[in-house]
């Protein structure tokens, strides 16, 4: 039998904006609970926000606060299954999408693969991630990061 591992607090940042965003969200939270060895413990409210380097409709976004005894790996692969599976496609970069899914934080790794990196590399410059992570895990968002996004239109629904 192999060793159980102890739970990972990891966060993960979800948006959309193709088709019903706001529903593909919701959507989304719910899967995200249905990941094998995973509970979603908190998640932020939905907020709307303009596209970032992309053009596009608004994206819907929210941050989800998980318990997984998935490595951050085996998570990455999740969640790129759930993002399949709600259709996306990857065209081009930045290209709009029915659901993107982002790990943010795994507890305090920090990984630099060729397929991940954590924490997330443009988390620090982001209103739509920093917002719902604040809401949610106000001592993993240093003021002077929450400072430098103020500028960014993002409001919540």
């Not at 969640?79 to 943010?104: I, K, N």
């Given at each position: ?53 992309a ?5 819907i ?14 998570l ?82």
């Amino acid at each position: 039998m192999p060793e159980a591992r102890a739970p990972v607090t990891a966060y993960v940042a979800l948006g959309a904006n193709l088709g019903d965003a706001e529903a593909a969200a919701r959507q989304a939270l719910a899967d995200l609970a249905r990941l094998p060895g995973t509970r979603v413990t908190a998640t932020s409210r939905l907020y709307r926000s303009a596209p970032v380097e992309a053009a596009g409709p608004d994206f819907i976004n929210a941050v989800a606060e998980l318990s997984t005894v998935l490595t951050a790996p085996d998570l990455l692969r999740a969640l790129q299954g759930l993002e399949r599976a709600a259709g996306r496609q990857r065209p081009y970069r930045h290209a709009p999408r029915t659901l993107d899914l982002d790990l943010l934080l795994y507890g305090a790794a920090r990984i630099d693969s060729p397929r991940l990196t954590v924490p997330h590399p443009r988390m620090w410059g982001r209103a739509f991630v920093l917002r719902p992570l604040a809401e949610i895990a106000p001592a993993r968002v240093p003021a002077e990061a929450q400072a430098g996004v103020a500028g960014q239109a993002i409001e919540l629904l």
